[in-house]
Structure formats: C-alpha cells, structure tokens
C-alpha cells in the first residue's frame, strides 16, 4: 500500500486567503483539530485549533498565522511505514501527500493509517509474537526464518529496532502463525537470541504483566 492509495478525498485543503471562519467550521464540521494550507499547489503547513483560538493571535486570513509542521508531507508513491514514520516526528493526525514535483494532491489521517496497519498479517492474523534481543552482527533473519520453519511455523512479519542506548543491540518483533511456539523459542535460544517477551502464545514462561506496553514500544515505528 502507498501513500497515494491512502489518500482521504473528504478532507479539503485550505488556501492562505481563506478567512479564518472558514477554517473553524470545517474542523467543527469534520471533527478535526487540523487542516493543510495551500498556495498554488505548494503545502505551506497547518493550522490548528490551538492557533485560530489563541487569544494572542488574531488574524483574518488562514495564511497569516505561524502555520506548523510544513514538513509533514510525503511523496505520492511512498509505502504506508514511510507515511507512519513521517507522521511519528510531527505533532498532528494527517500528512499531506505530493505528486513527483512537490504539488499537492491530499491528506491521510492518522485514524485511516492506523486503519490498514491493522489489516495487515502482522496485526491481523492469529498466532504468537515473540521479541528477540540479538547483536546486530549476529543477527540472521535467515537463520530465525530456519529455526520457525523447521518447527512446522512460518514468520508472517518482522520488524526490527535498534536499541536506543547501545546501536550494537537489537531487538526483533516476529510474529509467527502458531500459539505453540515452545519448540521455536527454544531453538532460537540454543542459536544464541535471547527471547525476551511473547504474547498470544501458549507458553506461559512469561509474565503477562507488562506485555502490553513492551507491545506497544516495539509497534512504534
């Protein structure tokens, strides 16, 4: 899925001329907090609540206030990580999208992101997540893939994060189609990874207390 498939044609763009009235009763309308800003194809940033009720600044068109993130855009064939990335460093819930010469052609909102991650194999699909922690040489997503299928498993996605305080470290997300994967972690742990948390398994090896927010940290791409 690229950025161009994602792009929501309900939401509209506003121009630099736009009175603010404008601008408030499209978020009311639409229950946004946000809209784009655009000049003659360019994206000139984002106006927000905040700013167009921000006693302090008063202003009558939309393109006199210090608009935000105007950064926040992504090329029209770029795959849905790179929209999720982008959105990640910016402090609003849609990324403007752009054609091959940098012009304007809509916005994906963070809710229908979120929306087709969700659907995809690695959230979507039943079975068991497992987190491995591996230097970043010794690391063989062939190797793992081995281990998986030998023991009548398939990985069905992967992801890996380096570690913040050490980049020689990683940690690597799996999920694998099965509960049962016992057999597969003690595989992996004999060809030196270290599992370090599982979810949705059968092996209660692991206490479940803090699964859910070490879940959360590794989905954070």
């Known amino acids: 899925m690229i950025a161009a498939d994602l792009i929501n044609r309900r939401i509209p763009h506003l121009n630099a001329e736009d009175d603010i009235t404008l601008a408030k009763q499209l978020m009311d309308d639409l229950k946004l907090s946000e809209l784009p800003v655009v000049n003659s194809g360019d994206l000139l940033g984002f106006i927000t609540e905040d700013l167009l009720f921000d006693a302090a600044i008063i202003k009558a068109k939309v393109g006199e206030y210090p608009l935000i993130a105007n950064s926040c855009n992504?090329?029209?064939?770029?795959?849905?990580?790179?929209?999720?990335?982008?959105?990640?460093?910016?402090?609003?819930?849609?990324?403007?999208?752009?054609?091959?010469?940098?012009?304007?052609?809509?916005?994906?909102?963070?809710?229908?992101?979120?929306?087709?991650?969700?659907?995809?194999a690695f959230v979507k699909s039943s079975g068991a997540i497992v987190v491995l922690r591996s230097s970043l040489n010794d690391y063989s997503l062939a190797e793992i893939a081995r281990i998986t299928e030998m023991n009548g498993s398939t990985i069905l996605g992967a992801n890996v994060?380096?570690?913040?305080?050490?980049?020689?470290?990683?940690?690597?997300?799996?999920?694998?189609?099965?509960?049962?994967?016992?057999?597969?972690?003690s595989g992996l742990s004999k060809s030196g990874y270290q599992v370090t948390a599982t979810y949705n398994t059968e092996d209660k090896t692991f206490?479940?207390?803090?699964?859910?927010?070490?879940?959360?940290?590794f989905l954070d791409l």
């Open 74 to 120: 992504v090329g029209a064939q770029n795959h849905y990580f790179d929209v999720l990335k982008v959105l990640n460093r910016h402090e609003v819930s849609m990324v403007a999208v752009h054609d091959f010469d940098g012009k304007f052609l809509g916005i994906i909102l963070m809710e229908d992101l979120f929306e087709e991650f969700s659907n995809t």
């Open 161 to 185: 994060i380096p570690d913040i305080d050490d980049p020689s470290l990683i940690d690597i997300l799996l999920r694998i189609n099965h509960q049962d994967i016992t057999q597969i972690t």
């Open 207 to 217: 206490d479940e207390k803090n699964r859910y927010g070490q879940l959360m940290k």
